[in-house]
């Protein structure tokens, strides 16, 4: 009975979301209407069911009518927008064909359509963002929860459990630990963590009678034998599976499941930028540069001027870095100094270092001289955000030093990064300072989002404005 009523809830909650979806898009494309002081006539209003029809229906592929347990509200928001863009192509092309935009008011149908397909998407997310908060606010007061259960009193068993306990919004909430071992042969369980509440055969019972929904085996891969006759005594429930291996105890860099020839394989060192993700990265990084660029157009005009005026040498000091994958890149930058450092040694600049010119001396406490590289951005060898790539003499020092140094090399680097918003800007004259910003490097990779790369850019306005650690 209990099983029978998650899954009505379930779809209702499905029915809900669609209902979210259907009013978000209507919604659009009446406001979309208002902004082009037009009015929504037969036409438009049988497009706009059609939209709502045909949303549904690419839903179903893109999955966006998945659970959503677990999952950040980023990733559900990005796959409303992106299902939105998969039907916006479908109503041109019906629209044109049925010539329902070729009408004598068609200037204003064109522009009612495009405020549509771009208003339609920020309603969708704004519903969303909404029901989600609300779901967030029950799920912290314990309502919509499923129960999970944590099969195998490890380490990694207990990391899991704090992350569940540290993600109350997931509406997700550990039942447990169970394990058929003696409490002597199995790790001691630390006191932040759920207790140990029964063996197998009570794992089965609470499985079969809908007290737990989600079960994670954390068990060592060497007790091959063990899982196996776990996963063959699960397979009398209804309940989801997951196998955690144990080998994400190692420091790994964006993990993902991958498939070889119908052979499942997970990456351990991967570029997250893959796929959608890829495509939203490079979009962020055109339209935000572009519009940058636009805005810094007479500021760099200001300052190659001055660079060129104040001493002898060129405006622009090209280096060579490392890119993607290693790959070398021209990095550029306004001259700072007054020499153009290249080679196998380079020196980092210091506090008071007499090689900065006056007008050099400024534009490295603004950040001016690194405005250059937005044509890199725009270039494609690197990004708005990402690890600021250091010369290359530098990074031949520190990979003999630092484990997992060239790590960083997986994404493209970045005009500003997590490292620089995080106190980690400028000369690292010791060890210990550049192994922290390696850290932030790698945190960047594993935990990337396009949030992460908009809230990056904030914080590095207020980081830019403190001139903290920049001469």
Known sequence: MHSRRITQHASLLTIILRAFDAAAILAGAFLAAE???????????????????????????????????????????????????????????????????????????????????IVAPLTIVTARGLFRLYQSRQRRRGKNVRGLAIVGC??????????????????????????????????????????????????????????????????PLRAENRIKSVLRRLADTTASVYLVPDFYVYELLHSRWINVGGLPAVSVFENPFYGVDGM???????????????????????????VKLSSPGPVFFRQKRYGLDGRPIDVWKFRSMRVCENGANVTQATKGDTRVTKVGAFIRKTSLDELPQLFNVLEGTMSLVGPRPHANAHNEQYRKQIQGYMLRHKVKPGITGLAQVSGWRGETDTLDKMQKRIECDHQYIRDWSPWLDVKILFRTIFTVLSKQNAY
């Not at 927008?81 to 009408?103: K, Y």
């Not at 490079?282 to 001027?305: E, H, Q, T, W, Y």
């Open 154 to 219: 490890t380490e990694i068993g207990f990391q899991l459990a704090r992350n569940i306990e540290r993600s109350p919004w997931s509406g997700l909430r550990t039942v447990g630990f169970f394990d058929d071992r003696p409490a002597e042969r199995r790790d001691a369980l630390p006191s932040d963590v759920a207790a140990c509440v029964g063996n197998i055969d009570d794992l089965i019972e609470q499985a079969r009678d809908g007290r737990v929904h989600m079960i994670y085996l954390t068990l």
């Open 35 to 117: 902004l082009c002081g037009g009015s929504i006539g037969p036409s438009a209003r049988a497009a706009a069911l059609s939209a709502v029809a045909l949303y549904c229906l690419t839903a179903e592929i893109t999955g966006l009518y998945r659970s959503w347990h677990g999952v950040t509200v980023d990733r559900e928001l990005l796959c409303a927008v992106g299902t939105w863009c998969l039907v916006v192509p479908v109503l041109l092309v019906v629209g044109f064909s049925l010539d329902l935009l070729g009408a004598a008011d068609a200037e204003l149908t064109r522009n009612g359509a495009l405020a549509w397909f």
């Open 280 to 306: 939203v990265k490079r979009l962020l990084d055109v339209v935000l540069g572009s519009a940058i660029l636009v805005a810094a157009a007479v500021p760099m005009l200001c300052v190659a001027a001055a």
